[in-house]
């Protein structure tokens, strides 16, 4: 278990991590991003410069601060994975929203102690926004100063406000049938945001994302920020979200998220 010092320590190194990023991808946004197309058979995969330098700039200041520390990232791969403590990055999660010049990109930033993820943040520079928690509290630092993240009450899919980030494009045709079923039970969705939607359940803004295909560093640095607030982060039968990512559930309230899984189970997913 962390120390409390060590957490602090930790703490403020995520704040220096999430601001050497930014200094990287700021001046490209809305710019020239060298964009590339890693995709294959088709299928549109994009990366910039943005991605890869902010990666290089999170890395170098890791490798600074605490050379022993492992680190596992989307752009340049795995360095000391099996660590006691290993950072896990995504520098840029929606470069989609990135190149299109819509601000609901972010920076994921999460720490494994012991294989388990333990301190996260989700970033968005522009807007000047970090999310950032762990399971004793979760805050939001922006240009207006710190306040604290608590998930909203919501006592079912009739009154949620969902998200996901593209039914089409990130459902298999199973996944999309059960979708659509809780989309039509809720309130409202909305689309595109990428992780930027899990920071807004945070907030209490939202209720519920639903989301399919994903890799560890697209959500392990949501799953200590969601504690802190009093969210919950699970797969699509209610169980723990392991490193591997997969089809994911973020919810503010347990009643929403449960009125969620009633939905999926029968698909057998």
């Known amino acids: 278990m962390l120390s409390p010092h060590h957490l602090v320590v930790l703490d403020d190194l995520l704040l220096d991590l999430n601001a050497v990023s930014a200094e990287v991808i700021a001046p490209l946004f809305r710019a020239n991003h060298g964009l590339e197309d890693k995709g294959h058979a088709g299928w549109f995969d994009p990366v910039t410069a943005a991605d890869k330098g902010a990666e290089a700039a999170i890395r170098t200041l890791i490798s600074q601060r605490f050379p022993e520390h492992g680190v596992i990232g989307e752009e340049y791969g795995e360095d000391r994975p099996d660590a006691e403590f290993v950072w896990v990055l995504d520098p840029i999660d929606g470069t989609r929203a990135f190149i299109a010049g819509l601000p609901v990109w972010t920076t994921l930033i999460g720490l494994r102690h012991q294989g388990k993820p333990v301190l996260g943040s989700i970033g968005q520079p522009y807007i000047g926004e970090i999310y950032i928690g762990h399971a004793g509290g979760s805050r939001l630092v922006s240009r ?48 595109g945001c990428d992780a930027y939607a899990y920071a807004m359940v945070a907030a209490g803004t939202l209720d519920l994302v639903l989301e399919a295909g994903l890799k560890s560093w697209d959500i392990e640095s949501a799953i200590p920020l969601m504690e802190g607030a009093g969210g919950m982060v699970t797969d699509w039968h209610g169980a723990p979200v392991g490193q591997q990512g997969g089809q994911i559930a973020i919810a503010g309230d347990r009643r929403c998220l449960e009125a969620a899984l009633a939905l999926i189970a029968p698909a057998a997913l």
């Open 144 to 191: 207006d100063g710190v306040r604290p993240l608590k998930v909203r009450a919501c006592d079912g899919l009739g009154s949620a406000v969902i998200a996901t980030t593209d039914p089409d494009g990130c459902f298999r045709p199973p996944e999309l049938d059960v979708w659509k079923q809780v989309r039509a039970a809720s309130r409202l969705a909305r689309f």
